[in-house]
Structure formats: C-alpha cells, structure tokens
C-alpha cells in the first residue's frame, strides 16, 4: 500500500501540515521537526507524488551541478569551467538555469538532498562520480529524481564519461609507432576507476604487441608533478630502466620532464613522454608534449543533453556515452621524425 502524507504525519506525531511544509523546506519548522520527520519518510519509503511524477506545472527550471567545495581539484580548474558551459549551451536555450550547490556530506539539513532534491529546487542534477556516491544513488533512484554522473557510475544510473581504456590504447600504442618498447605508467591511485580504466588500455596495447606488462613499471601516487618527478627519478636511474612513459596527466609529465633534464636524458631520442591532457600548457613545454585532448566542453554538452531526455520522460532506461578522446602527437614522443 502506498504511503501517503497522513502516515507520515501519524508516525511522526504532527499535522499535515507540517510534514507539508518539511517537504516544502519551511522556515517556520524547526531542524529538530525537520530531521524526525525525514527520517520517518526514509524509514517507510515515503516518495513525494510530485518528485515521481516530475509535472511539468511544477518546474523549477533550474539544473542542480553538484560540488565538493572541499576538493579545490573539483572546481579550481579549466576542465570545471569547460564543463559548466558544455551544459550551459545545452539548457539555457530551453530556458533553464543552472545552480552550483556545494554537496555538504556532513550537515543532514544543509545536505543537497533536502536543500534541492526534497524540497523541488531543482528538476534535475548533474555531478561527477567522485561526489555520487552508491548509497547518494540509490536514495536518488527511490526518489524518482532525474540525475546524471560525469564518470562512470554503479547501475542503475546514467552517466557520460571519455572511454579511458581507449585512451590508454591510444598513448601506448603511438610510443609503440614510435619504435619504444620498454613502456612504464605513473599516476593515479591504484583503486580510483579512472586510474584502472587507463592502465587497463596500456596493458592491452602491451599484451597485443606481444610486450610483457612489468609490474615495477606502473608507478602508483597523486596526479602531480612532484609526483611525477619523485617516481620518474627512480625509474630513469633503475639498472632496468624504460624508453618511454605514459603519464596519468599533464602535471605529472612536467614532473617527468624535470627528471628527464636533470639526468640528462634526451627526450624524445632516449626518452619518450605522453600524457591524458593537454590542460594547462601541453604544447609550450620543452619538448612540446604529446596528448590526449579530452574534450570537457562536450562531456558538458552530453551530460546536458542526457538529463533533459530524462526530465522529459522518467521511464526512460539508464544510458551511458562514452566520448572519444584525441591523440595530439607533439616532439616528445616523435622519435621517428628525429
């Protein structure tokens, strides 16, 4: 049997009119009232009609993009900005607004969940997997409530992300056209799916070469350039030591690139360096640095266009894109053309 307002407000001891206004996010009630009676709709599966039924009439036209302000990664950089103006381009013409909403994990009555989703700020949101926790979408899921992940997510769910795997193909593939053969990986944490969908492609392009993985060449820490320097010191005055490496990032390949000069390794004639991204200044280092362009702007687009299908219709089946990176071949890896 469904549960209706009446049941709540029974369990919880109030009127109506109270939960009502609990749903509402009412100034006039307290936290303490707000908190009890949350916690009574969660407990009995209580789903607002008007979050399951997304009627048009109650629109708010506006799309929640979830951040963590506490992660500067998350919003201190290019990629960010790119993305809020891929789904800028998307919603605006159909009139929509976009609100940025800090995701406050730790405050229950200042958590998104209330502040957005509960109480019809939003018709929909968009966030990226390291802020979607499972249990955010399950709860997400029960409500009814149209969301998007930029990053691959545990299903049910929809989500846009760049095809990783490929991208590690692709880099370790061109160093193989380049005539290296010996080719280590540093960056990135070792469980983050990010990290294992890249390494993953790189293991593949080895094993389809013919070319064993060794273990102590895939060098695991933060997607840095200290890092990067640290692990590239090491690996370059090894007894065994690479032709090449595939950089988790940018800043990691500065880093490489550090080490590389300090050792007096020439790159690209004895060392070749490719990396994810071309964010900030891939093609003014020295060598120019051979990328992979991923191109947030159209990771923005996508994810926009994938929420509005789905406030348009709820019924709608869990999607997923992969998006295709670019190879920019640059001299630090061009040893053919030497």
């Not at 690996?235 to 990032?249: F, N």
């Not at 500065?254 to 964010?279: N, R, T």
């Amino acid at each position: 049997m469904k549960v209706t307002i009446s049941d709540i407000a029974k369990a919880a001891n109030v009127a109506k009119s109270t939960v009502s206004k609990v749903l509402n996010d009412s100034p006039k009630i307290s936290q303490d009232t707000k908190r009890k009676v949350r916690e009574i709709m969660q407990q009995m599966n209580y789903i607002p009609s008007s979050i399951a039924t997304g009627l048009a009439r109650q629109s708010s036209l506006n799309i929640g993009l979830l951040v963590d302000m506490s992660k500067e990664s998350e919003f201190l950089n290019q990629f960010f900005y790119n993305i809020i103006g891929g789904i800028e381009s998307v919603i605006g013409p159909l009139n929509y607004e976009l609100t940025l909403s800090n995701v406050q994990h730790d405050h229950p009555e200042g958590h998104f969940l209330n502040r957005l989703v509960r109480s019809k700020r939003v018709d929909g949101l968009i966030a990226n997997n390291s802020v979607l926790t499972e249990e955010l979408s399950i709860e997400l899921n029960r409500l009814q409530f149209p969301y998007i992940s930029i990053g691959e997510i545990i299903p049910p769910a929809s989500w846009v992300d760049f095809d990783n795997v490929l991208g590690g193909r692709m880099l370790t593939g061109h160093l193989l056209e380049q005539g290296y053969s010996a080719i280590a990986f540093i960056g990135g944490q070792q469980f983050e799916t990010i990290f294992t969908h890249r390494c993953n492609g790189f293991r593949q392009a080895l094993m389809q070469a013919g070319i064993s993985v060794n273990s102590n060449w895939i060098v695991n820490g933060q997607s840095d350039e200290h890092a990067g320097y640290q692990a590239a010191l090491e690996l370059l005055q090894s007894e065994e030591r690479p032709d090449s490496i595939v950089c988790m990032s940018s800043y990691v390949a500065f880093g490489v690139l550090q080490a590389a000069k300090e050792l007096g390794i020439h790159v690209p004639s004895q060392l070749g360096i490719a990396a994810f991204d071309e964010y900030p200044l891939s093609r003014y280092t020295t060598p120019p640095l051979t990328s992979l362009n991923i191109d947030t702007f159209s990771l923005g687009v996508s994810s926009g266009h994938l929420l509005m299908e789905r406030i348009r219709n709820s019924d709608l089946p869990s999607r997923y894109l992969l998006l295709e990176p670019e190879l920019i071949p640059r001299e630090s890896t061009l040893r053919n053309s030497i």
